[in-house]
């Protein structure tokens, strides 16, 4: 039972176009949500999270947007850039828990 | 400040085999993740430490996978025997005890069972 879903594994869009990243979560115990941005030959690194007391949360041009009752998140990458192009990551945790569950990751191209 | 290291960054062994992997978390982390990813899937968490306590280690594969953070600080996750689905990369990550929902990944080690 996979409890954090990105079910788009690939996106491509244009540079300077919106990218919108999605995820979907099953468990109502998560609280916390995060994306993580991975590079080839890399670790995942942190990008943006929020926390389920608000809606949005903005970060230059990375917003992310929880829908609580859908029990679904996006991540908005405006404009995007070549430099953007990588592995995206939902991740998801239970206050204090300390622990994420991961997404499968979703693949972004951007192209110049 | 220094990330978190990990060593060696590849390996490639025969099945039945065993191997080990090296981590050093960022200073001051007091929390410490091996996760296994494998290729197309999310990091999946195999065990977690606090300080060189075992918070969760129920996805670890015990029969075979062993972990240990003996004071707290570098911490080895082996494989003894290796199977072929065992490859996969091997990523630590360390979080802070202020900020513990954010993780902070090491390159990790891409392991290849042959």
């Known amino acids: 039972d996979q409890q954090v879903k990105q079910n788009s594994p690939s996106l491509r869009v244009q540079e300077g176009r919106i990218s919108i990243l999605n995820c979907d979560y099953t468990?109502?115990?998560?609280?916390?949500f995060l994306w993580y941005k991975k590079y080839p030959a890399e670790g995942p690194t942190f990008l943006i999270s929020?926390?389920?007391?608000?809606d949005k949360n903005e970060d230059g041009r990375f917003t992310v947007f929880l829908n609580k009752s859908a029990k679904h998140l996006s991540l908005h990458i405006v404009p995007s850039q070549p430099g953007d192009s990588a592995v995206y990551f939902c991740?998801?945790?239970?206050?204090?828990?300390?622990?994420?569950?991961f997404g499968d990751g979703t693949t972004l191209t951007v192209k110049p | 400040e220094a990330g978190v290291a990990q060593s060696p960054r590849y390996k490639i062994i025969e099945k039945r085999q065993s191997v080990a992997f090296w981590c050093n978390p960022i200073?001051?982390?007091?929390?410490l993740y091996w996760y296994q990813q494998i290729l197309g899937q999310g990091p999946k968490l195999l065990i977690q430490?606090?300080?060189?306590?075992?918070?969760?280690d129920s996805q670890l594969p015990k029969d075979r996978f062993s972990a240990e953070r003996l004071k707290g600080v570098d911490s080895t996750l082996k494989i003894q025997p290796a199977k072929l689905e065992d490859s996969a990369v091997y990523l630590c990550?360390?979080?802070?005890?202020?900020?513990?929902?954010?993780?902070?990944f090491g390159p990790g080690t891409r392991l290849t069972v042959l």
């Open positions: 990550a360390s979080s802070s005890p202020r900020q513990t929902d954010t993780q902070y």
């Open positions: 468990n109502s115990m998560f609280d916390y």
């Open positions: 929020i926390s389920s007391i608000k």
């Open positions: 991740a998801a945790s239970s206050t204090n828990a300390g622990k994420s569950t």
């Open positions: 200073s001051g982390h007091a929390t």
């Open positions: 430490f606090q300080n060189n306590g075992v918070v969760d």
